[in-house]
T-cell receptor
C-alpha cells in the first residue's frame, strides 16, 4: 500500500496563477483532509471531506476550493494564487472511529512569488 | 473554542529523558494524540490516549493525561538523536473526525 500520495512535491507559481494539488489514498478511508503548515503556526485545516460527495470548510478556507472526485481522491485548487498562500500543504485521510487516526502524505511545498 | 498549546522548543542530551508538554482547553476532547514530524516529511502518529485513561505506555513512550488540568505530556525515555523532530499534540472531539493541532515542539537531541 502506498498510503497517502500527493503531487507535485514542489511548485513555484506567480501571483494570479492557478493550480491544483492532487491527493490520493489507497486505504479505503472515508475522510480526507487538506492542511497547510506555516512556521510557528502548526497545522491549520483548510477543507475536509467526511465522505465521498461531501466537503466542509476548515479553519482557513479562503482562497481555496476542493473536489472529492471519488473515495480515493481529494484535490485542492488555488484559483488565483497569492504570496500569502506560500506554504507546505499536507493531505491526510482517516478511517472510521473511534480513534480517527489520520495518515499524512509527504506534503507539497508551494511558493508563490 | 478549541485551543491546543505547546512549548516551542526542547533540547536534551542523548540518553536523557525528554518530556514534551501540551495543554488543551476543550473538556469534551475524546482522544488526544502525539504526532512526530521529521524534516521534510509528513506527520506520523506516535501514540494516542483515550480521555478516560490517565496513562499509556508504549515501549520508550509514556503518555500522561491530567484531565482536571487539561494537561497532556509525552515522555521519551533514553532519547536518541533519531528522536530529533517536531512533536505535535492534537485533540479530537466526540463525533468529529477533525483534529485540532498544537503548533508543535521542536525536540533537539545532542550527542
Amino acid at each position: 500500500n502506498a498510503g497517502v500520495t500527493q503531487t507535485p512535491k514542489f511548485q513555484v507559481l506567480k501571483t494570479g496563477q492557478s493550480m491544483t494539488l492532487q491527493c490520493a489514498q489507497d486505504m479505503n478511508h472515508n475522510s480526507m483532509y487538506w492542511y497547510r503548515q506555516d512556521p510557528g503556526m502548526g497545522l491549520r485545516l483548510i477543507y475536509y471531506s467526511a465522505s465521498e460527495g461531501t466537503t466542509d470548510k476548515g479553519e482557513v478556507p479562503n482562497g481555496y476550493n476542493v473536489s472529492r472526485l471519488n473515495k480515493r481522491e481529494f484535490s485542492l485548487r488555488l484559483e488565483s494564487a497569492a504570496p500569502s498562500q506560500t506554504s507546505v500543504y499536507f493531505c491526510a485521510s482517516s478511517g472510521e472511529g473511534p480513534d480517527y487516526e489520520q495518515y499524512f502524505g509527504p506534503g507539497t511545498r508551494l511558493t508563490v512569488t | 473554542g478549541e485551543d491546543v498549546e505547546q512549548s516551542l522548543f526542547l533540547s536534551v542530551r542523548e540518553g536523557d529523558s525528554s518530556v514534551i508538554n501540551c495543554t488543551y482547553t476543550d473538556s469534551s476532547s475524546t482522544y488526544l494524540y502525539w504526532y512526530k514530524q521529521e524534516p521534510g516529511a509528513g506527520l506520523q502518529l506516535l501514540t494516542y490516549i483515550f480521555s478516560n485513561m490517565d496513562m499509556k505506555q508504549d515501549q520508550r513512550l509514556t503518555v500522561l493525561l491530567n484531565k482536571k488540568d487539561k494537561h497532556l505530556s509525552l515522555r521519551i525515555a533514553d532519547t536518541q538523536t533519531g528522536d530529533s523532530a517536531i512533536y505535535f499534540c492534537a485533540e479530537s472531539l466526540s463525533g468529529y473526525s477533525t483534529l485540532t493541532f498544537g503548533k508543535g515542539t521542536m525536540l533537539l537531541v545532542s550527542p
